[in-house]
């Protein structure tokens, strides 16, 4: 079955980085694009950044100049490198493949910025 887990979340300062990983089986993992997504309390969902199959990346405004998403395709791994971490970017981040109409999700990770 497929499976996507991320890890690499915690509590860290303002102002620090953090790296996340996204472990996925079960997938063709290169034809996929991979996203990372994040929830904060009370609010909506949002697409943080995107890496597609060729490699090409897309990241929400918040974000730009700050994170960076990557993949690793021999090892069916994508990562999303967070530096000058603010308090806003506190929230679970979640983890996305897609393919065509397939798609499927990870299990989260808390990211949580804080003095």
């Known amino acids: 079955q497929v499976q996507l887990v991320e890890s690499g979340g915690g509590l860290v300062q303002p102002g620090e980085s953090l790296r996340l990983s996204c472990a996925a089986s079960?997938?063709?993992?290169?034809?996929?694009?991979m996203n990372w997504y994040r929830q904060a309390p009370a609010k909506q969902r949002e697409l943080v950044a995107s890496?597609?199959?060729?490699?090409?990346?897309n990241y929400a405004d918040s974000v730009k100049g700050r994170f960076t998403i990557s993949r690793d395709n021999a090892k069916n791994t994508v990562y999303l490198q967070m530096n000058s971490l603010k308090p806003d970017d506190t929230a679970v981040y979640y983890c996305?493949?897609?393919?065509?109409?397939?798609?499927?999700w990870g299990q989260g990770t808390q990211v949580t910025v804080s003095s």
């Open positions: 996305n493949a897609r393919y065509l109409m397939s798609g499927y």
């Open positions: 079960g997938i063709r993992f290169s034809a996929y694009a």
């Open positions: 890496i597609t199959s060729g490699g090409s990346t």
